[in-house]
Every structure is written in C-alpha cells, then in structure tokens.
C-alpha cells in the first residue's frame, strides 16, 4: 500500500519561501511522474509542478521561475521549495505519484493535502 505524506504547510508573508515535502511509503513505478497539485478555494484542482522518472519536470506557468521541485530518491521524498510566494499561491497542495504530467485522472496515489496560506 502507497502512502504519501505532505509536510511544510503554513501561513506565510507574501514574497517569503516556504518548502513543501512528499514522503512515499511502499513501492510504486518511479518511472512515471510524481509532483504537486493544488486547490484554491471555489477553484478546481491544478498541477503546479510534476518531476518524472527520466528526470524531467513540468511547471505551471504561474509557478515557473518562484517553484522548484526535487527528488530524494533514496528517501523517496518529493520536495516543492516556494519562492516569492504570492496571495494566488493560496490553496491545499496535495502531493500524487505514478501519474503523467499534469493529466490528473492518471495519478494512483494521492496524499491528503497541506493548506498554505498566504496573508499579510
């Protein structure tokens, strides 16, 4: 049984840095993608960023250039560090794995979310 476990949520001042962590427990296919999604409020679930196992990632448009995903393999822990974060950047992240890219409906596993918050 796949577990996924999200840490690093909070409330933070727009413009800080918040660091999101994924750890997986049980085996699943690290060939495929594993990464980040997240819901806003009255707003639909959206990718944020995804690494997959030929070591390419994807970001969202809106994240590109503030977020960075990496993998600890050997720990099979996926990390989101959120740089200049802004008021949009508020919603629960969830973390999913063995999926492709952004096409939700393909991921088998998903976490239970982490709620960041960003406020002045």
């Known amino acids: 049984q796949v577990q996924l476990v999200e840490s690093g949520g909070g409330s933070v001042q727009p413009g800080q840095s918040l660091r999101l962590s994924c750890a997986a427990s049980?085996?699943?296919?690290?060939?495929?993608?594993m990464g980040w999604f997240r819901q806003a409020p009255t707003k639909e679930r959206e990718g944020v960023a995804v690494?997959?196992?030929?070591?390419?990632?994807t970001y969202a448009d809106s994240v590109k250039g503030r977020f960075t995903i990496s993998q600890d393999s050997a720990e099979n822990t996926v990390y989101l560090q959120m740089n200049d974060v802004r008021f949009e950047d508020t919603a629960t992240y969830y973390c999913?794995?063995?999926?492709?890219?952004?096409?939700?409906?393909?991921?088998?596993?998903w976490g239970q979310g982490t709620q960041v918050t960003v406020s002045s």
């Open positions: 999913a794995a063995e999926g492709w890219g952004f096409d939700q409906t393909t991921y088998g596993y």
């Open positions: 049980g085996w699943f296919f690290s060939g495929y993608c």
């Open positions: 690494i997959c196992g030929d070591g390419t990632s």
